[in-house]
């Protein structure tokens, strides 16, 4: 028989929660699917599950640890006070008190959340990453030379296509400088300039603590854009229903890749996990170019975990249903604490 757990299911608010707080109304919306999904997963796993979702008040966490006494966190809180930035944070809190969590810990945060700092690693490593610069805010807007176009500017912590557009894809000096200051601006925060690379958009998913499994790989096609035109996963791509019908966007299985690039991706896709000390489960974000170059835009650990995402159905196709995936994820959660 398998062993039951007490879990506690960590989830982020975004206005002050009581600890006794009734999330039935959140839970039954759209923004809350991932955290209802998981929560269903827990309730069919068996395990002893109280959840808690927390704003900007760390005591209400600590007086749940102490009265519950989990033996492990489902970690599903991505920010604090309405900032995503803080999402470390509080995994550097579980981590100093020694509560295993699940998903991935501070510093694979910190790394990922930079797509400078991650993109300068790889590349020492020699991972194919775009060429770049960083421009802090409050800094001349001045494109190295170079730097070629056409370029993509974005901000170099946002998540979720937060700042993407598509004015982000710029072939002059001039649009270069009115989107830097732009998103210095909007974003209040640093940029990053990025080569575009044309190509087909990967996403790969792995689940593991030490042994790493790489789910079948997912893509973004762009059906109905014209051949010539840049294909990005802008904000609206991703969230917007009917932009994505209009222009023929889906999320589907990669097709047609030769079965020794798809080993390499995942080979690639490994190093850049261990590189970047993730842990628990990801999503990196790649570009296959036409000579089948395969380049790394960006690492997401703690990947949206909704059952109908690209994360979940990856593991599905892999033969991991949902409910096995989360208590696979939490024995993950568990391993790491004993390290
Ligand atoms: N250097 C690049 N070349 C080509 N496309 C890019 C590049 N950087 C970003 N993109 C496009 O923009 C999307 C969002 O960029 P990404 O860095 O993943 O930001 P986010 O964290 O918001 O997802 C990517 O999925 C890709 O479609
Ligand atoms: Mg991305």
Redesign the pocket.
Known sequence: MKKKLKVLALFDAIAPTRIDQDLTPELSTADWKTEANVLEALAALGHTTEHLAIFDNLDLLRQKLESFAPDVLFNLADQFKNNRGFDQNIVSLLEMQGVPFTGCGATGLVLCKH?GISKKILSYHRIRT?NFVVIPRGQRVARPRQLKFPL?V?PVK?????G?AQASFVESDEQFRDRVTFIHDRHDGDVIA????AGR?LYVSLLGHRRLEVFPIRELVFREVPPDEP???TYRAKWDEEYRKRWGLENQFAEGLDPALVAHIAQTCKRIYRLLTIDGYARI?L?LTAANQVYF??ANPNPILAADEDFALSAEKAGVPYPQLINRIILNGMKTVRD
Do not use: C, Q, T
């Open positions: 797509k775009p993509l974005k946002e998540e979720a296509s937060l993407i990025e080569e575009y690379i958009e294909r990005i996963a974000d570009r835009i960006e």
